[in-house]
Protein backbone atom coordinates (compact mmCIF):
# COMPACT_ATOMS: atom_id res chain seq x y z
CA UNK A 1 0.00 0.00 0.00
CA UNK A 2 2.91 2.38 0.49
CA UNK A 3 2.93 3.29 -3.71
CA UNK A 4 -1.18 4.13 -3.19
CA UNK A 5 -2.31 7.13 -2.12
CA UNK A 6 -5.68 7.42 -0.38
CA UNK A 7 -7.86 9.99 -2.47
CA UNK A 8 -11.31 9.11 -0.86
CA UNK A 9 -14.32 6.88 0.98
CA UNK A 10 -16.80 5.75 -1.36
CA UNK A 11 -20.00 7.10 0.79
CA UNK A 12 -23.14 6.08 -1.13
CA UNK A 13 -24.35 4.07 -4.33
CA UNK A 14 -25.68 6.66 -7.20
CA UNK A 15 -28.51 5.72 -9.44
CA UNK A 16 -29.60 1.69 -10.38
CA UNK A 17 -26.29 1.34 -12.59
CA UNK A 18 -23.45 0.76 -9.80
CA UNK A 19 -22.07 4.55 -10.14
CA UNK A 20 -20.92 5.60 -6.87
CA UNK A 21 -20.49 8.85 -5.02
CA UNK A 22 -16.98 9.30 -3.08
CA UNK A 23 -16.05 12.29 -0.96
CA UNK A 24 -12.64 13.65 -1.94
CA UNK A 25 -9.07 14.20 0.05
CA UNK A 26 -8.03 16.01 -3.17
CA UNK A 27 -7.54 20.09 -3.27
CA UNK A 28 -8.25 19.71 -7.02
CA UNK A 29 -10.33 16.70 -8.95
CA UNK A 30 -7.87 17.10 -12.03
CA UNK A 31 -5.87 14.66 -11.37
CA UNK A 32 -8.58 11.78 -11.33
CA UNK A 33 -9.44 12.74 -15.06
CA UNK A 34 -6.25 11.22 -16.41
CA UNK A 35 -7.26 7.94 -14.03
CA UNK A 36 -7.82 5.09 -15.77
CA UNK A 37 -7.30 2.33 -12.79
CA UNK A 38 -8.31 2.76 -9.12
CA UNK A 39 -7.96 0.30 -5.96
CA UNK A 40 -11.07 0.18 -3.37
CA UNK A 41 -10.19 -1.38 0.04
CA UNK A 42 -12.85 -2.47 2.79
CA UNK A 43 -11.83 -2.63 6.12
CA UNK A 44 -10.06 -5.87 6.55
CA UNK A 45 -9.93 -6.76 3.14
CA UNK A 46 -6.91 -6.01 0.95
CA UNK A 47 -7.66 -3.36 -1.54
CA UNK A 48 -8.93 -4.26 -5.46
CA UNK A 49 -8.11 -3.04 -8.20
CA UNK A 50 -10.85 -1.70 -10.50
CA UNK A 51 -10.64 0.05 -14.58
CA UNK A 52 -12.52 3.61 -14.52
CA UNK A 53 -14.94 3.55 -17.03
CA UNK A 54 -15.99 7.18 -16.22
CA UNK A 55 -15.33 9.92 -13.48
CA UNK A 56 -17.01 13.49 -12.74
CA UNK A 57 -15.57 16.01 -9.98
CA UNK A 58 -18.12 18.37 -8.21
CA UNK A 59 -16.68 20.29 -5.21
CA UNK A 60 -15.72 17.79 -2.56
CA UNK A 61 -16.75 14.76 -4.15
CA UNK A 62 -16.44 12.55 -6.96
CA UNK A 63 -19.08 10.29 -8.99
CA UNK A 64 -17.49 7.37 -10.62
CA UNK A 65 -18.40 3.89 -12.73
CA UNK A 66 -15.99 0.96 -12.45
CA UNK A 67 -15.64 -2.26 -14.53
CA UNK A 68 -17.62 -5.01 -13.22
CA UNK A 69 -19.62 -2.49 -11.03
CA UNK A 70 -22.80 -3.27 -13.05
CA UNK A 71 -25.99 -2.46 -10.14
CA UNK A 72 -26.55 -0.61 -6.83
CA UNK A 73 -25.99 -4.26 -5.08
CA UNK A 74 -22.63 -4.21 -6.36
CA UNK A 75 -22.01 -0.39 -5.67
CA UNK A 76 -23.77 -0.69 -1.98
CA UNK A 77 -20.88 -3.41 -0.78
CA UNK A 78 -17.89 -1.24 -1.83
CA UNK A 79 -19.62 1.90 0.36
CA UNK A 80 -17.67 2.80 3.18
CA UNK A 81 -14.52 1.30 1.18
CA UNK A 82 -11.37 3.73 0.90
CA UNK A 83 -10.16 4.67 -2.65
CA UNK A 84 -6.40 4.60 -3.81
CA UNK A 85 -4.60 5.68 -6.98
CA UNK A 86 -0.81 4.99 -7.81
CA UNK A 87 0.90 7.25 -6.26
CA UNK A 88 3.22 7.99 -8.73
CA UNK A 89 0.36 9.34 -11.63
CA UNK A 90 0.76 12.78 -8.77
CA UNK A 91 2.54 15.41 -10.69
CA UNK A 92 5.95 16.70 -9.22
CA UNK A 93 5.74 19.72 -7.51
CA UNK A 94 8.35 23.16 -7.40
CA UNK A 95 10.87 22.96 -5.10
CA UNK A 96 9.65 23.91 -1.63
CA UNK A 97 6.07 22.49 -2.30
CA UNK A 98 5.42 18.77 -0.48
CA UNK A 99 2.22 16.45 -0.63
CA UNK A 100 0.66 15.71 2.51
CA UNK A 101 1.30 12.21 2.09
CA UNK A 102 4.92 13.19 2.52
CA UNK A 103 5.39 14.86 5.00
CA UNK A 104 3.16 12.78 7.57
CA UNK A 105 5.16 10.43 9.76
CA UNK A 106 8.15 12.94 9.36
CA UNK A 107 10.64 13.34 12.47
CA UNK A 108 10.53 16.78 13.63
CA UNK A 109 13.24 18.70 15.41
CA UNK A 110 14.08 22.11 16.69
CA UNK A 111 16.97 23.98 15.28
CA UNK A 112 19.14 22.91 17.98
CA UNK A 113 18.43 19.32 17.90
CA UNK A 114 15.40 18.87 20.39
CA UNK A 115 13.42 15.94 19.10
CA UNK A 116 9.58 16.69 18.90
CA UNK A 117 8.08 13.75 17.81
CA UNK A 118 6.52 12.95 14.16
CA UNK A 119 3.82 14.74 12.04
CA UNK A 120 0.54 12.96 12.34
CA UNK A 121 -1.30 14.47 10.51
CA UNK A 122 -2.25 18.15 8.80
CA UNK A 123 -5.58 20.21 8.21
CA UNK A 124 -6.04 23.22 5.90
CA UNK A 125 -6.87 26.52 7.33
CA UNK A 126 -7.38 29.72 5.86
CA UNK A 127 -4.36 30.72 5.12
CA UNK A 128 -1.86 28.26 5.86
CA UNK A 129 -1.92 24.44 6.69
CA UNK A 130 -1.04 23.28 9.91
CA UNK A 131 0.93 19.97 10.74
CA UNK A 132 0.40 18.37 13.89
CA UNK A 133 3.08 17.18 15.77
CA UNK A 134 3.15 14.14 18.32
CA UNK A 135 4.95 12.94 21.22
CA UNK A 136 4.61 10.37 24.05
CA UNK A 137 4.30 13.26 26.38
CA UNK A 138 2.47 16.40 24.04
CA UNK A 139 0.91 17.46 20.71
CA UNK A 140 2.16 20.84 18.97
CA UNK A 141 0.19 22.50 16.02
CA UNK A 142 2.85 23.94 14.00
CA UNK A 143 1.80 26.45 11.19
CA UNK A 144 3.06 25.69 7.54
CA UNK A 145 4.47 29.05 7.18
CA UNK A 146 8.59 29.98 7.00
CA UNK A 147 9.20 31.31 10.05
CA UNK A 148 8.42 28.09 11.66
CA UNK A 149 9.24 25.04 9.08
CA UNK A 150 12.94 26.19 8.49
CA UNK A 151 13.68 22.71 6.29
CA UNK A 152 12.36 19.64 5.19
CA UNK A 153 14.31 16.63 3.99
CA UNK A 154 12.44 13.55 2.47
CA UNK A 155 15.59 11.65 2.50
CA UNK A 156 16.09 11.88 5.63
CA UNK A 157 12.58 12.06 7.19
CA UNK A 158 13.20 15.11 9.20
CA UNK A 159 11.58 18.50 9.18
CA UNK A 160 13.52 21.05 11.11
CA UNK A 161 11.15 23.64 12.72
CA UNK A 162 11.67 26.93 14.84
CA UNK A 163 9.01 27.35 18.01
CA UNK A 164 7.60 30.60 18.21
CA UNK A 165 6.58 31.62 21.53
CA UNK A 166 3.61 30.01 22.57
CA UNK A 167 3.69 26.81 20.51
Known amino acids: MNDLLEIGEVVKPQGLR ?4 AVSYLDSGDILHQMD ?3 IQKAGQPAASFRVKKIQT ?3 T ?3 ELEGIQD ?10 RVF ?5 LKKLPEGEYYWHDLIGLQVITETGDALGRIETIFPTGSNDVYVCK ?6 LLP ?13 GIMVVRLLEGL
Open 18 to 21: GQMK
Open 58 to 60: KKN
Open 85 to 89: IPADR
Open 72 to 81: VDAAVKLVGG
Open 62 to 64: FFF
Open 37 to 39: EVF
Open 135 to 140: SEHREI
Open 144 to 156: AIGDVIREIDLKK
